[in-house]
């Protein structure tokens, strides 16, 4: 990109693209890492991990796939649309067999036949499902039969569930209960502190090449951290486009007019502060329903709030 030479950049440190190059291990998710290394390892039950979009649930997947050891046979289901009865065929796919002019139950047994041998090989295979919140329930609970794949001391087939927090809701349908009690390990991927933008930001630099020295100025880390909500991705988009900024701008440091201007291309950004008035637009709504004699001290309380909003608002902002 244009600004790799004025910042002393190999290549862009700030893609969105899950690059295992660029995993941060701080705020516990290196330690998130060897955790589903080890509950993989065990090959029992399904694993869960949740997060909010834009977490870092996709990297983390992509790390766990590079981490595993050479025996485990790593499959795939990304197509979150699936019907029930497509779920063994595709994972047939996955494992190179030819299921088609098949019925259902001969997938099954076909699958099965498939991953015992693989076992007596010595291989592990683990599926991966990614995006498993936007799948219908009945293929969720058709991806749970498949645990019932297994010899008399092991399961066939480990599963790990990706998806976001509307995943735990469906778990906690009554109908889901069977696949519930089966996961044995969960985890959800956090948002970052305020206090480790900025060494995510510089860890990220390093990784493209930059020789070092502070890129973002403390004031324009803190903004970037606000705007974001500490949520990866959001980091990223506005990092990148900062550093754009601060390209056109000439300057050797990312200062914080260069964050204002990447975030009014950020329709996140726009989003949230939109909040404050779809609020104030609700209170005026109830205000104008009391009786005349309460307005003035309810308008009275309305003012003082909104005033502290918006000074916590420019307060954040700054």
Not at 95 to 121: F, K, M, T
Not at 156 to 170: K, M, N, R, S, W
Not at 241 to 259: G, N
Request: positive net charge; aromatic residues 6%.
């Amino acid at each position: 990109m244009m600004y790799f030479t004025h910042f002393g950049l190999r290549q862009a440190p700030f893609s969105i693209t899950p690059d295992p190059a660029f995993f941060y291990g701080g705020n516990a998710r290196g330690d998130m890492l060897a955790a589903l290394l080890y509950a993989v390892a065990q090959g029992e039950g399904i694993v869960k991990v949740t997060g909010e979009v834009g977490s870092g649930k996709t990297m983390l997947c992509r790390m766990l796939e590079r981490r595993l050891p050479p025996h485990v046979d790593v499959l795939w289901l990304v197509n979150p649309t699936l019907a029930p009865g497509e779920v063994p065929y595709a994972i047939a796919a996955e494992l190179g067999l030819d299921a088609s002019g098949r019925r259902g139950d001969q997938v099954l047994r076909q699958l099965n036949d498939e991953l015992i041998a693989r076992h007596a090989a010595g291989r592990q295979v683990v599926l991966l499902v990614e995006e498993a919140q936007a799948m219908p329930l009945d293929s969720l609970e058709a991806v749970r039969l498949l645990t019932n794949l297994e010899t008399s001391r092991h399961k066939l087939l480990q599963i790990v569930l990706f998806g976001q927090p509307e995943l735990d809701a469906h778990l906690a349908l009554p109908r889901m209960r069977q696949l519930a009690e089966r996961i044995t390990h969960s985890f959800f991927v956090p948002a970052l502190p305020p206090d480790q933008v900025g060494t995510f930001l510089a860890f990220r630099l390093r990784a493209a090449g930059h020789p070092g020295g502070a890129l973002f100025t403390a004031a324009s880390t803190r903004r970037i951290a606000r705007a974001s909500r500490g949520i990866i991705r959001r980091i990223n988009i506005l990092a990148d486009k900062a550093l754009l900024a601060a390209y056109a701008d000439d300057a050797s440091t990312v200062q914080v007019r260069h964050v204002r201007l990447a975030e009014r291309e950020c329709g996140f950004v726009r989003a949230s502060t939109a909040v404050p008035a779809v609020v104030a637009a609700v209170v005026a709504s109830l205000v104008a329903l009391l009786h005349p004699r309460r307005r003035a001290a309810v308008l009275a309380l309305a003012v003082i709030a909104a005033v502290a909003t918006v000074v916590a608002a420019m307060a954040a902002l700054t």
